[in-house]
């Protein structure tokens, strides 16, 4: 019987946590803006939250 090798695991474990940060980052950077957000387009902050979940939830 051959002995297959396993995939190379750390290299896709990488991969996967590079995605996950970039995503994360992403969705996370938007929170510090929120109050200029606000005062640009003329709502309440937590109008502005529900747009970017909104916003993030259609993605």
């Given at each position: 019987?051959?002995?297959l090798?396993?995939?190379?695991?750390p290299?896709?474990?990488a991969?996967?946590?590079?995605?996950?940060?970039?995503?994360?980052?992403?969705?996370?950077?938007?929170?510090?803006?929120?109050?200029?957000?606000?005062?640009?387009?003329?709502?309440?902050?937590?109008?502005?939250?529900?747009?970017v979940?909104?916003?993030?939830?259609?993605?």
């Amino acid at each position: 019987m051959p002995d297959l090798a396993a995939p190379p695991r750390p290299l896709s474990i990488a991969l996967l946590a590079i995605s996950e940060f970039v995503i994360v980052t992403t969705e996370f950077l938007i929170a510090g803006l929120l109050p200029a957000l606000a005062r640009d387009l003329r709502i309440s902050i937590s109008t502005a939250g529900q747009l970017v979940t909104l916003f993030a939830r259609s993605r």
